[in-house]
């Protein structure tokens, strides 16, 4: 990730964090926070991608050493991303460990967002 992907992604954290702070209702916080997951969700899936392709890109040129670099990172992926934005949405939204309905509220939304997407078969288990 290069730093100007990591500056927007911090503002972007900042905006979710500010606009489900203000949210008026929760209704309002259950859907942002459901577009929050997806916002990080996008930015996982594109680096899945990129490494992907990165990976395939040197096996093929025979750099075994980078191939397996980015197949390592591919795989912890998951874990560098999905962690941190649970704590972030803890602090934001303590009330989603507080009510199991509330949850049930965010996924709905969230599966609504990624219907129909090429990726939706890998986005609803990014919330698992």
Not at 30 to 43: G, K, R, S
Not at 52 to 74: G, I, M
Not at 90 to 111: C, I, T
């Given at each position: 990730?290069?730093?100007?992907?990591?500056?927007?992604g911090?503002?972007?954290?900042?905006?979710?964090?500010?606009?489900?702070?203000?949210?008026?209702?929760?209704?309002?916080?259950?859907?942002?926070?459901?577009?929050?997951?997806l916002?990080?969700?996008?930015?996982?899936?594109?680096?899945f991608?990129?490494?992907?392709?990165?990976?395939?890109?040197?096996?093929?040129s025979?750099d075994?050493?980078?191939?397996?670099?980015?197949?390592?990172?591919?795989?912890?992926?998951?874990?560098?991303?999905?962690?941190?934005?649970?704590?972030?949405?803890?602090?934001?939204?303590?009330?989603?460990n507080?009510?199991?309905?509330l949850?049930?509220g965010?996924?709905?939304?969230?599966?609504?967002?990624?219907?129909g997407?090429?990726?939706?078969d890998?986005?609803?288990?990014?919330?698992?």
């Amino acid at each position: 990730m290069n730093s100007s992907t990591a500056t927007g992604g911090e503002r972007a954290r900042t905006d979710h964090l500010a606009r489900i702070g203000s949210a008026a209702s929760e209704r309002a916080r259950i859907q942002l926070t459901a577009e929050w997951i997806l916002d990080v969700f996008d930015d996982f899936y594109a680096e899945f991608l990129q490494l992907t392709w990165a990976a395939r890109a040197a096996f093929e040129s025979r750099d075994p050493a980078t191939a397996v670099a980015h197949a390592r990172r591919r795989l912890g992926l998951y874990n560098a991303t999905v962690y941190p934005l649970a704590d972030e949405l803890q602090r934001a939204f303590p009330q989603l460990n507080e009510h199991e309905a509330l949850w049930h509220g965010v996924e709905g939304d969230y599966r609504e967002l990624v219907e129909g997407r090429y990726e939706a078969d890998l986005a609803p288990a990014y919330m698992d």
